[in-house]
Antibody, heavy 114, light 112 residues
Framework: EVQLVESGGGLVQPGRSLSLSCAAS????????MAWVRQAPKKGLEWVAT????????YYRDSVKGRFTISRDNAKSTLYLQMDSLRSEDTATYYC???????WGQGASVTVSS | DVVLTQTPPTLSATIGQSVSISCRSS???????????LNWLLQRPGQSPQLLIY???NLESGVPNRFSGSGSETDFTLKISGVEAEDLGVYYC?????????FGSGTKLEIK
């Protein structure tokens, strides 16, 4: 069974950093491009970032470029999202997903507030 | 960025009724490789999204065949032939033909 389990969410002050992890199991992690998608409270889905299967290529939405870093450790089957200089508008549930969007984690809640 | 416009924003249906959701794209979603990367997802209340349909009309494994997708270029439709209670939630179209990947604003399906 394909499983994606996020961790690391929480409450953080504006301007501070937070790191999310996503542990994958049930499939060959290193075969898949992976993504982070977020959903602000009561809002729709918004793609955040994607990383290629081997980690050599990364892509970001404009609003997080230079602040967020997506990475992966294929030996640990784990996806990461390092979020720096957080803003209130980054408040959302963050989902990790296979880039083809056929598997999603349960989500990690991130609240940016003073 | 590609804008996906979904209509209607809200849909109310009785059990057994057939319904359709429209997704219109601001650009053609036909890729240079010949595929059209338009997917449909369902997010049930309190749950993560799940993939229903990929590449316009291909049913994801395990998804009931009352769901079907059609369309081309810029106009796409998701049809549910005989709504069941478990179908309530928010339906999203999404495109992966053009970077960045984008989602429609969602259609909320309510059961009468």
């Amino acid at each position: 069974e394909v499983q994606l389990v996020e961790s690391g969410g929480g409450l953080v002050q504006p301007g501070r950093s937070l790191s999310l992890s996503c542990a994958a199991s049930g499939f060959t992690f290193s075969d898949y491009n992976m993504a982070w998608v977020r959903q602000a409270p009561k809002k729709g889905l918004e793609w955040v970032a994607t990383i290629s299967y081997d980690g050599t290529n990364t892509y970001y939405r404009d609003s997080v470029k230079g602040r967020f870093t997506i990475s992966r450790d294929n030996a640990k089957s784990t996806l990461y999202l390092q979020m720096d200089s957080l803003r209130s508008e980054d408040t959302a549930t963050y989902y990790c997903a296979r880039h083809v969007m056929d598997a999603w984690g349960q989500g990690a809640s991130v609240t940016v507030s003073s | 960025d590609v804008v996906l416009t979904q209509t209607p924003p809200t849909l109310s249906a009785t059990i057994g009724q057939s319904v359709s959701i429209s997704c219109r794209s601001s650009q053609s979603l036909l890729d240079s490789d010949g595929d059209t990367y338009l997917n449909w997802l369902l997010q049930r209340p309190g749950q993560s999204p799940q993939l229903l349909i990929y590449s316009v009309s291909n049913l994801e494994s395990g998804v009931p065949n009352r769901f079907s997708g059609s369309g081309s270029e810029t106009d796409f439709t998701l049809k549910i032939s005989g709504v069941e209670a478990e179908d309530l939630g928010v339906y999203y179209c999404m495109q992966a033909t053009h970077a960045p990947l984008t989602f429609g604003s969602g259609t909320k399906l309510e059961i009468k």
